[in-house]
């Protein structure tokens, strides 16, 4: 499975795409040939957040990995990962359209404000997360998180086991909302999901819906 960030390397150039971390959409968006007379002309990499990171989005840190067996006949190794690190400080500049930091549990900070997915699950150090943007947030299990705004998400909310988190503001989302296990929640705001999960959260919880089933 493709993960963020993935690129596809010809010999002069560097490809990713806004919408997808798959390969062969990259391939596919770009028209590129994937393979040729004397074998593959393109070279699937992935570069991705690991656990090491503390301050986002400290590139450096990101864990380099080739995505294929058989290597182009002007793959060399060392240059190839450092066009792919320079295309990742590109695309970071330009603005992530997803991030994915799922399992970053040394990362304290995350300001995803550009992106329109958000996907911090596991972070369990985390304590800020400006996912404003967002379309959907998954913020499950990370458990230091004291307040998440995701008032713009217009999809799914996902904070299960956020059991610092105190407010939740998911006033826009329109299919789910799920804070199941957030022992010291009490305020939510899901004012037009579809469907709210609660179970395991304070009794005390205050949820504020017109429309959602809520199921405790």
């Known amino acids: 499975m493709c993960k963020f960030a993935s690129f596809v390397l010809t010999k002069g150039e ?4 806004d919408t997808s971390d798959s390969h062969e959409q990259i391939i596919k968006a770009h028209g590129l040939h994937a393979d ?28 380099y990995r080739v995505d294929q067996d058989r290597m182009p006949e002007w793959f060399d190794a060392k240059e190839c990962e450092k066009r792919t690190r320079a295309a990742l400080a590109r695309r970071y500049k330009k603005g992530f359209k997803s991030v994915d930091a799922s399992g970053c549990t040394s990362l304290t900070s995350l300001d995803a404000g550009k992106a329109e997915y958000v996907d911090a699950s596991g972070c369990t150090s985390l304590t800020s997360l400006d996912a404003g943007k967002a379309g959907s947030v998954d913020a499950s299990g990370c458990i230091s998180l004291t307040s998440l705004d995701a ?13 610092s988190l105190t407010s939740l503001d998911a006033k826009n989302a329109t299919r789910y909302v799920d804070a199941r296990g957030c022992t010291s929640l009490t305020s939510l705001d899901a004012g037009k999901a579809r469907s709210v999960y609660a179970s395991g959260c304070n009794p005390n919880l205050n949820i504020n819906t017109s429309k959602a089933r809520i199921i405790r």
């Open 36 to 63: 040729g007379a004397h074998g593959p002309n393109i070279l699937r990499v992935e570069i991705s957040p690991t656990d090491k990171i503390k301050v986002w989005p400290s590139l450096k840190a990101w864990a």
């Open 14 to 17: 560097e490809f990713w795409s």
């Open 151 to 163: 008032k713009n998400a217009t999809g799914s909310v996902y904070a299960s086991g956020c059991t």
